[in-house]
Protein backbone atom coordinates (compact mmCIF):
# COMPACT_ATOMS: atom_id res chain seq x y z
CA UNK A 1 0.00 0.00 0.00
CA UNK A 2 0.94 3.53 0.02
CA UNK A 3 1.80 5.81 3.14
CA UNK A 4 3.10 8.81 3.94
CA UNK A 5 6.73 7.77 5.93
CA UNK A 6 9.17 10.08 7.91
CA UNK A 7 12.32 8.84 9.43
CA UNK A 8 13.60 12.06 11.13
CA UNK A 9 11.69 15.04 12.93
CA UNK A 10 12.07 18.03 10.43
CA UNK A 11 9.95 20.07 8.05
CA UNK A 12 7.38 18.52 5.76
CA UNK A 13 10.47 18.15 3.37
CA UNK A 14 11.37 14.68 5.61
CA UNK A 15 7.89 13.31 4.21
CA UNK A 16 7.98 10.65 1.62
CA UNK A 17 5.32 9.04 -0.31
CA UNK A 18 6.45 5.14 -0.47
CA UNK A 19 5.14 1.52 -0.85
CA UNK A 20 4.75 -0.29 2.66
CA UNK A 21 3.78 -3.65 3.26
CA UNK A 22 -0.17 -3.84 3.98
CA UNK A 23 -0.59 -3.97 7.81
CA UNK A 24 -1.88 -7.49 8.56
CA UNK A 25 -4.99 -7.48 11.50
CA UNK A 26 -4.49 -9.58 14.43
CA UNK A 27 -7.25 -11.91 15.86
CA UNK A 28 -8.94 -9.21 17.60
CA UNK A 29 -8.67 -6.71 14.97
CA UNK A 30 -9.86 -5.31 11.78
CA UNK A 31 -7.97 -3.85 8.65
CA UNK A 32 -9.66 -0.28 7.42
CA UNK A 33 -9.42 1.05 3.75
CA UNK A 34 -8.73 4.41 4.52
CA UNK A 35 -10.89 7.41 2.54
CA UNK A 36 -9.95 10.08 4.35
CA UNK A 37 -8.25 11.27 7.35
CA UNK A 38 -8.08 14.48 9.02
CA UNK A 39 -4.70 16.65 10.09
CA UNK A 40 -3.99 17.49 13.64
CA UNK A 41 -1.77 19.88 15.31
CA UNK A 42 -0.78 16.45 16.96
CA UNK A 43 0.71 15.42 13.80
CA UNK A 44 2.83 18.62 13.24
CA UNK A 45 3.86 18.21 16.59
CA UNK A 46 4.92 14.96 16.07
CA UNK A 47 6.67 15.54 12.82
CA UNK A 48 9.08 18.55 14.06
CA UNK A 49 9.54 17.06 17.32
CA UNK A 50 7.90 19.64 19.31
CA UNK A 51 7.02 20.06 22.07
CA UNK A 52 8.96 17.55 24.10
CA UNK A 53 5.83 15.10 24.45
CA UNK A 54 5.73 14.74 21.14
CA UNK A 55 9.22 12.84 21.20
CA UNK A 56 7.02 10.13 23.80
CA UNK A 57 7.55 7.59 21.37
CA UNK A 58 11.12 8.19 20.10
CA UNK A 59 13.77 10.50 21.60
CA UNK A 60 16.13 11.08 18.81
CA UNK A 61 14.05 9.77 16.09
CA UNK A 62 9.96 9.07 15.68
CA UNK A 63 9.31 5.91 17.40
CA UNK A 64 6.20 4.96 14.18
CA UNK A 65 6.89 5.88 10.72
CA UNK A 66 3.42 6.76 9.50
CA UNK A 67 1.66 10.13 11.20
CA UNK A 68 -2.09 10.71 10.83
CA UNK A 69 -4.63 9.56 13.82
CA UNK A 70 -8.43 10.62 12.67
CA UNK A 71 -9.19 7.73 10.03
CA UNK A 72 -12.71 7.16 7.74
CA UNK A 73 -13.22 4.30 6.16
CA UNK A 74 -14.17 1.05 4.84
CA UNK A 75 -13.57 -2.62 6.76
CA UNK A 76 -12.09 -4.50 4.39
CA UNK A 77 -11.30 -7.39 6.69
CA UNK A 78 -11.46 -9.02 10.53
CA UNK A 79 -9.55 -10.56 12.91
CA UNK A 80 -11.43 -14.26 13.61
CA UNK A 81 -12.21 -13.27 17.25
CA UNK A 82 -13.33 -9.78 16.07
CA UNK A 83 -17.19 -9.48 16.16
CA UNK A 84 -17.69 -5.88 16.82
CA UNK A 85 -17.98 -4.61 12.95
CA UNK A 86 -18.51 -6.18 9.72
CA UNK A 87 -16.28 -6.29 6.64
CA UNK A 88 -18.18 -3.59 4.42
CA UNK A 89 -19.02 -1.22 7.97
CA UNK A 90 -18.04 2.20 7.46
CA UNK A 91 -16.17 3.24 10.82
CA UNK A 92 -14.11 6.70 11.82
CA UNK A 93 -12.52 7.48 15.20
CA UNK A 94 -9.11 8.26 16.36
CA UNK A 95 -6.13 5.96 15.76
CA UNK A 96 -5.27 4.38 19.34
CA UNK A 97 -1.54 5.61 19.49
CA UNK A 98 -1.91 9.02 16.77
CA UNK A 99 -0.71 7.35 14.25
CA UNK A 100 -0.64 5.22 11.10
CA UNK A 101 -3.58 7.32 9.49
CA UNK A 102 -1.37 8.61 6.36
CA UNK A 103 -2.20 5.54 3.96
CA UNK A 104 -4.17 3.56 2.13
CA UNK A 105 -4.74 0.90 5.22
CA UNK A 106 -4.98 1.01 8.80
CA UNK A 107 -5.61 -2.03 11.10
CA UNK A 108 -7.46 -1.16 14.26
CA UNK A 109 -8.68 -2.91 17.28
CA UNK A 110 -12.15 -0.85 16.60
CA UNK A 111 -12.53 0.10 20.75
CA UNK A 112 -12.49 3.82 20.34
CA UNK A 113 -13.78 3.83 16.75
CA UNK A 114 -17.82 4.06 15.52
CA UNK A 115 -20.12 3.28 12.71
CA UNK A 116 -20.41 6.57 10.20
CA UNK A 117 -23.24 8.04 10.10
CA UNK A 118 -24.81 7.39 6.73
CA UNK A 119 -25.40 11.51 5.94
CA UNK A 120 -22.14 12.10 6.77
CA UNK A 121 -19.02 11.97 4.07
CA UNK A 122 -15.97 10.07 4.99
CA UNK A 123 -14.20 13.21 5.05
CA UNK A 124 -16.71 15.09 7.48
CA UNK A 125 -16.12 12.25 9.74
CA UNK A 126 -12.88 12.17 9.91
CA UNK A 127 -12.52 16.10 10.44
CA UNK A 128 -14.13 14.90 14.11
CA UNK A 129 -12.13 12.63 16.71
CA UNK A 130 -10.10 14.29 18.05
CA UNK A 131 -10.82 18.14 17.32
CA UNK A 132 -14.61 16.66 18.24
CA UNK A 133 -13.84 15.17 21.56
CA UNK A 134 -11.08 17.53 23.07
CA UNK A 135 -13.77 20.12 22.70
CA UNK A 136 -16.70 18.03 23.99
CA UNK A 137 -14.59 16.98 27.17
CA UNK A 138 -13.75 20.98 27.38
CA UNK A 139 -16.91 22.51 27.25
CA UNK A 140 -19.51 20.02 28.09
CA UNK A 141 -17.59 18.46 30.86
CA UNK A 142 -14.97 20.48 32.29
CA UNK A 143 -16.43 23.73 31.47
CA UNK A 144 -20.36 22.74 32.55
CA UNK A 145 -21.14 25.69 31.02
CA UNK A 146 -24.49 28.00 31.97
CA UNK A 147 -26.45 30.32 30.05
CA UNK A 148 -24.54 33.58 30.10
CA UNK A 149 -21.42 32.58 31.18
CA UNK A 150 -18.06 34.18 30.15
CA UNK A 151 -15.98 31.86 27.86
CA UNK A 152 -12.74 32.29 26.41
CA UNK A 153 -11.08 29.61 23.52
CA UNK A 154 -7.47 30.32 22.93
CA UNK A 155 -6.81 28.46 19.39
CA UNK A 156 -10.16 28.84 18.83
CA UNK A 157 -9.76 29.21 14.94
CA UNK A 158 -7.81 26.22 14.67
CA UNK A 159 -9.35 22.13 14.87
CA UNK A 160 -10.51 21.55 18.17
CA UNK A 161 -11.41 25.56 18.50
CA UNK A 162 -14.03 25.44 16.14
CA UNK A 163 -15.80 23.39 17.81
CA UNK A 164 -15.28 24.19 21.17
CA UNK A 165 -16.23 27.68 19.97
CA UNK A 166 -19.94 26.28 18.56
CA UNK A 167 -20.25 23.82 21.63
CA UNK A 168 -19.81 27.00 24.06
CA UNK A 169 -22.43 28.83 21.83
CA UNK A 170 -24.82 25.96 21.90
CA UNK A 171 -24.85 25.94 25.86
CA UNK A 172 -25.57 29.75 25.74
CA UNK A 173 -21.80 31.49 26.64
CA UNK A 174 -20.89 34.20 25.82
CA UNK A 175 -17.77 33.72 23.57
CA UNK A 176 -14.48 35.20 22.82
CA UNK A 177 -12.54 33.81 20.03
CA UNK A 178 -8.35 34.24 20.40
CA UNK A 179 -5.93 33.42 17.18
CA UNK A 180 -4.54 35.22 14.66
CA UNK A 181 -5.71 38.08 12.49
CA UNK A 182 -6.37 35.81 9.58
CA UNK A 183 -8.96 33.74 11.72
CA UNK A 184 -10.67 36.67 13.34
CA UNK A 185 -13.78 36.79 10.91
CA UNK A 186 -13.79 32.75 10.32
CA UNK A 187 -14.24 32.87 14.48
CA UNK A 188 -16.89 35.54 14.04
CA UNK A 189 -18.32 33.12 11.71
CA UNK A 190 -18.38 30.19 13.85
CA UNK A 191 -20.52 32.11 16.54
CA UNK A 192 -18.02 34.02 18.52
CA UNK A 193 -19.32 37.06 20.26
CA UNK A 194 -15.78 38.41 20.55
CA UNK A 195 -12.28 38.05 18.76
CA UNK A 196 -8.80 39.06 19.83
CA UNK A 197 -6.06 38.75 17.44
CA UNK A 198 -3.29 36.48 19.86
CA UNK A 199 -0.03 39.12 17.54
CA UNK A 200 -1.48 42.28 19.24
CA UNK A 201 -3.42 41.79 22.34
CA UNK A 202 -2.60 39.45 25.14
CA UNK A 203 -6.12 38.04 26.82
CA UNK A 204 -3.89 37.16 30.07
CA UNK A 205 -3.16 41.33 30.25
CA UNK A 206 -6.16 43.29 29.05
CA UNK A 207 -7.93 43.24 32.03
CA UNK A 208 -10.81 40.70 31.39
CA UNK A 209 -12.26 38.06 33.22
CA UNK A 210 -14.02 35.07 32.28
CA UNK A 211 -15.61 31.98 34.08
CA UNK A 212 -13.94 29.59 31.86
CA UNK A 213 -10.90 29.18 29.80
CA UNK A 214 -10.57 26.18 27.20
CA UNK A 215 -6.84 26.94 25.74
CA UNK A 216 -5.48 24.74 22.90
CA UNK A 217 -2.04 26.15 22.86
CA UNK A 218 -0.84 27.15 26.60
CA UNK A 219 2.43 28.77 26.58
CA UNK A 220 2.25 31.39 29.63
CA UNK A 221 2.76 31.26 33.19
CA UNK A 222 -0.34 29.56 35.53
CA UNK A 223 -0.63 32.80 37.26
CA UNK A 224 -1.26 34.80 34.22
CA UNK A 225 -4.29 32.22 33.00
CA UNK A 226 -5.44 32.73 36.83
CA UNK A 227 -5.75 36.52 36.27
CA UNK A 228 -8.15 36.06 33.84
CA UNK A 229 -10.42 34.02 35.56
CA UNK A 230 -13.09 35.15 37.76
CA UNK A 231 -13.22 33.96 41.35
CA UNK A 232 -14.14 30.72 41.01
CA UNK A 233 -13.45 30.52 37.23
CA UNK A 234 -11.81 27.71 36.04
CA UNK A 235 -8.46 27.07 33.08
CA UNK A 236 -7.92 24.44 31.28
CA UNK A 237 -5.32 22.83 28.59
CA UNK A 238 -5.06 20.84 26.01
CA UNK A 239 -2.05 21.80 24.39
CA UNK A 240 1.30 23.46 24.65
CA UNK A 241 5.13 23.89 26.06
CA UNK A 242 5.59 21.27 28.68
CA UNK A 243 7.08 23.88 30.73
CA UNK A 244 3.54 25.69 31.31
CA UNK A 245 2.36 21.96 31.78
CA UNK A 246 4.38 21.12 34.78
CA UNK A 247 3.58 25.11 36.52
CA UNK A 248 -0.06 23.55 36.70
CA UNK A 249 1.57 21.17 38.67
CA UNK A 250 3.49 22.84 40.81
CA UNK A 251 1.48 25.89 41.31
CA UNK A 252 -2.33 24.78 40.50
CA UNK A 253 -2.80 23.68 43.99
CA UNK A 254 -1.25 26.63 45.23
CA UNK A 255 -3.66 29.26 43.12
CA UNK A 256 -6.83 27.29 44.02
CA UNK A 257 -6.15 27.15 47.67
CA UNK A 258 -5.58 31.16 47.46
CA UNK A 259 -7.75 32.47 45.32
CA UNK A 260 -10.47 29.79 44.14
CA UNK A 261 -9.49 29.72 40.58
CA UNK A 262 -8.70 26.56 38.59
CA UNK A 263 -5.45 26.66 36.25
CA UNK A 264 -5.45 22.56 35.36
CA UNK A 265 -4.69 20.67 32.30
CA UNK A 266 -7.20 18.20 30.45
CA UNK A 267 -6.01 14.89 29.91
CA UNK A 268 -8.48 13.79 27.16
CA UNK A 269 -10.03 10.57 27.61
CA UNK A 270 -10.31 8.92 23.81
CA UNK A 271 -13.69 6.78 23.84
CA UNK A 272 -16.70 5.84 21.94
CA UNK A 273 -19.59 7.87 23.78
CA UNK A 274 -18.05 10.92 23.28
CA UNK A 275 -17.17 10.33 20.26
CA UNK A 276 -20.79 9.77 18.82
CA UNK A 277 -22.15 12.82 21.51
CA UNK A 278 -19.98 14.83 19.36
CA UNK A 279 -21.27 13.36 16.08
CA UNK A 280 -24.71 13.30 17.11
CA UNK A 281 -24.76 17.17 17.23
CA UNK A 282 -22.91 17.09 13.35
CA UNK A 283 -25.66 14.88 12.14
CA UNK A 284 -28.15 17.59 13.77
CA UNK A 285 -25.62 20.52 12.41
CA UNK A 286 -25.73 21.76 15.81
CA UNK A 287 -22.18 21.90 15.31
CA UNK A 288 -20.35 21.96 11.97
CA UNK A 289 -17.42 20.00 10.90
CA UNK A 290 -15.79 22.92 9.06
CA UNK A 291 -13.14 21.74 6.41
CA UNK A 292 -10.53 24.56 5.16
CA UNK A 293 -9.21 22.38 2.73
CA UNK A 294 -8.71 19.06 1.12
CA UNK A 295 -5.77 17.59 0.07
CA UNK A 296 -5.09 13.87 -1.80
CA UNK A 297 -2.27 11.49 -0.11
CA UNK A 298 0.49 12.23 -1.97
CA UNK A 299 0.30 16.39 -0.70
CA UNK A 300 0.41 15.35 3.12
CA UNK A 301 3.75 17.59 2.98
CA UNK A 302 1.66 20.55 1.84
CA UNK A 303 -0.98 19.74 4.47
CA UNK A 304 0.60 19.75 7.32
CA UNK A 305 2.66 23.00 6.39
CA UNK A 306 -0.62 24.41 5.95
CA UNK A 307 -2.09 23.86 9.52
CA UNK A 308 1.76 23.96 10.63
CA UNK A 309 2.30 27.90 9.46
CA UNK A 310 -0.96 29.03 11.13
CA UNK A 311 -3.61 29.07 7.93
CA UNK A 312 -5.67 26.28 8.57
CA UNK A 313 -9.10 27.53 9.67
CA UNK A 314 -11.14 24.48 11.25
CA UNK A 315 -9.97 21.27 9.84
CA UNK A 316 -7.67 20.11 6.72
CA UNK A 317 -8.40 16.92 5.49
CA UNK A 318 -6.77 14.02 3.32
CA UNK A 319 -8.92 12.51 0.79
CA UNK A 320 -7.15 8.87 0.17
CA UNK A 321 -7.99 7.97 -3.60
N1 LIG B 1 -4.34 16.87 26.42
C1 LIG B 1 -4.57 15.85 25.62
O1 LIG B 1 -4.89 14.74 26.08
C2 LIG B 1 -4.46 16.03 24.14
C3 LIG B 1 -4.89 15.04 23.26
C4 LIG B 1 -4.78 15.28 21.89
C5 LIG B 1 -4.29 16.50 21.42
N2 LIG B 1 -3.85 17.42 22.32
C6 LIG B 1 -3.34 18.74 21.89
O2 LIG B 1 -4.47 19.57 21.70
C7 LIG B 1 -4.13 20.61 20.78
C8 LIG B 1 -5.24 20.64 19.76
O3 LIG B 1 -4.98 21.57 18.83
P1 LIG B 1 -5.74 21.60 17.43
O4 LIG B 1 -5.62 20.27 16.76
O5 LIG B 1 -7.04 22.24 17.59
O6 LIG B 1 -4.69 22.57 16.74
P2 LIG B 1 -4.88 23.59 15.56
O7 LIG B 1 -5.93 23.12 14.64
O8 LIG B 1 -3.52 23.87 15.03
O9 LIG B 1 -5.43 24.86 16.33
C9 LIG B 1 -4.64 25.61 17.21
C10 LIG B 1 -4.92 27.06 16.91
O10 LIG B 1 -4.20 27.86 17.85
C11 LIG B 1 -3.63 28.95 17.16
N3 LIG B 1 -2.51 29.50 17.90
C12 LIG B 1 -1.18 29.29 17.75
N4 LIG B 1 -0.49 29.99 18.68
C13 LIG B 1 -1.40 30.68 19.39
C14 LIG B 1 -1.30 31.58 20.47
N5 LIG B 1 -0.11 31.93 21.01
N6 LIG B 1 -2.43 32.10 20.97
C15 LIG B 1 -3.64 31.75 20.46
N7 LIG B 1 -3.80 30.90 19.43
C16 LIG B 1 -2.69 30.36 18.90
C17 LIG B 1 -3.24 28.34 15.83
O11 LIG B 1 -3.05 29.36 14.93
P3 LIG B 1 -1.67 29.63 14.18
O12 LIG B 1 -2.16 29.21 12.87
O13 LIG B 1 -1.42 31.07 14.32
O14 LIG B 1 -0.59 28.76 14.67
C18 LIG B 1 -4.44 27.47 15.53
O15 LIG B 1 -5.46 28.18 14.87
C19 LIG B 1 -2.76 20.25 20.22
O16 LIG B 1 -1.78 21.03 20.84
C20 LIG B 1 -2.57 18.78 20.63
O17 LIG B 1 -1.25 18.42 20.87
C21 LIG B 1 -3.95 17.21 23.64
Redesign the pocket.
Known sequence: MKAMVYDEYGSPDVLRLEEVDTPTPADNEILIKVHAVSV???D??GLIGK?L??RLGGLRKPGNPILGSDIAGRVERTGKNHSQFQPGAEVFGEMAD?HNGFAEYVRARGTILALKPSSMTFEEAAAIP??GV?ALQGIRDKGQIQQGQKVLI?????????FAVQLAKLYGAEVTG???A??LDFMHSLGADHVID??REDFTKNGKQYDFILD??A?RSAFAYARALKPDGSYY????SVATFLQFFLFGPWIKRNSGRKVR??????NRKDLEDITELCVARKVIPYIDKRYPLREVPEALRY?????????VVITVE
Open positions: NRSWEPYAYQAINGAGGGAGSVDNEKYTLIYAVGGLLAVQRLGEGHAKGK
